[in-house]
T-cell receptor, first 110, second 114 residues
């Protein structure tokens, strides 16, 4: 069964900290892996997409890595800001479908 | 408008009602998706359409009926729903299904079944 797990489920940090969100997946036969951000009651915003052949992607203060063989990905957020507070979702693409993790709820305190 | 839009944004319906959710994408994509997000559960894929043909049906009850009249529009017809169907329903699109294309999501429809 294809499952995606995210750790931690929730995280609260002071502003300015660097932080790491973790994602693991059981089936390594992936097409790609995406990290999304979801604000309360809103849809999803794609942050980074890593193709199965890539090891990492960077966008501004965000860096996502992918280790297919071990079934893991991390999202690194540098110099966190209160505006980063949201739920972060990891999703793995298999064929026609995205399988999502349950998300990490991030709160950055000012 | 740009991106993926969904209407209505909020919907309250009784168990005997029939309603429809609408999704429209302005990105020129060929694949569209319906997802369900229930409280405290991971996002679940419901349906995938590619070039107006359904290519994936993820064991969804028949009280949910999708329709894709063209590559820009996707509907989810609802009838005789149950309270446990209350959730955020998200629509997404991508250039093609799978094949490592990024999916773009709409804002969702918050559905409450009473």
């Amino acid at each position: 069964k294809q499952e995606v797990t995210q750790i931690p489920a929730a995280l609260s940090v002071p502003e300015g900290e660097n932080l790491v969100l973790n994602c693991s997946f059981t089936d390594s036969a992936i097409y790609n892996l995406q990290w999304f951000r979801q604000d309360p009651g809103k849809g999803l915003t794609s942050l980074l997409l890593i193709q199965s052949s890539q090891r990492e992607q960077t966008s501004g203060r965000l860096n996502a890595s992918l280790d297919k063989s071990s079934g893991r990905s991390t999202l690194y957020i540098a110099a966190s800001q209160p505006g980063d507070s949201a739920t972060y979702l990891c999703a793995v693409e298999y064929g026609n479908k995205l399988v999502f993790g349950a998300g990490t709820i991030l709160r950055v305190k000012s | 408008e740009t991106g993926v839009t969904q209407t209505p944004r909020h919907l309250v319906m009784g168990m005997t009602n029939k309603k429809s959710l609408k999704c429209e994408q302005h990105l020129g994509h060929n694949a569209m998706y319906w997802y369900k997000q229930s409280a405290k559960k991971p996002l679940e894929l419901m349906f995938v359409y590619s070039l107006e043909e359904r290519v994936e049906n993820n064991s969804v009850p028949s009280r949910f009926s999708p329709e894709c009249p063209n590559s820009s529009h996707l509907f989810l017809h609802l009838h005789t729903l149950q309270p446990e169907d209350s959730a955020l329903y998200l629509c997404a699109s991508s250039p093609y299904p799978g094949q490592a294309y990024e999916q773009y999501f709409g804002p969702g429809t918050r559905l409450t079944v009473t």
